[in-house]
Nanobody
Framework: VQLQASGGGLVQAGGSLRLSCAAS????????MGWFRQTPGKEREFVAA????????YYGDPVKGRFTISRDNAKNTMYLQMNSLKPEDTALYYC??????????????????WGQGTQVTVSS
């Protein structure tokens, strides 16, 4: 499955953005999916994950209560609504998909497919 992340941009602190991850090549329906982010010189960080049905979600501690992950299997697309953005949310955001775990996972190495990333920059 090919993944294309979009929706990044420049926003002021306190603002909102919605990222999209559009899939092609096959349906995302059986895949658990996730969002990760990375800044130069730092390790990739888990942001959020959602099970194939959308019934289970996980969030990284830094984004809990501010970000919401969702998916629309009919549109073959996953989303990340980001509210109350902070400068420390600045990063390149990647979407990913996997179907090897029983429920969605926070572990990046478990993901088999990755999008190319979309840049989010939050100014103070």
């Amino acid at each position: 499955v090919q993944l294309q992340a979009s929706g990044g941009g420049l926003v002021q602190a306190g603002g909102s953005l919605r990222l999209s991850c559009a899939a092609s090549g096959r349906t995302i329906r059986p895949y658990h999916m996730g969002w990760f982010r990375q800044t130069p010189g730092k390790e990739r960080e888990f942001v959020a994950a959602i099970s194939w049905s959308g019934g289970i979600t996980y969030y990284g501690d830094p984004v809990k209560g501010r970000f919401t992950i969702s998916r629309d299997n009919a549109k073959n697309t996953m989303y990340l609504q980001m509210n109350s953005l902070k400068p420390e949310d600045t990063a390149l955001y990647y979407c990913a998909a996997e179907r090897t775990t029983l429920v969605c996972t926070v572990a990046g190495p478990e993901y088999d497919y990755w999008g190319q990333g979309t840049q989010v920059t939050v100014s103070s």
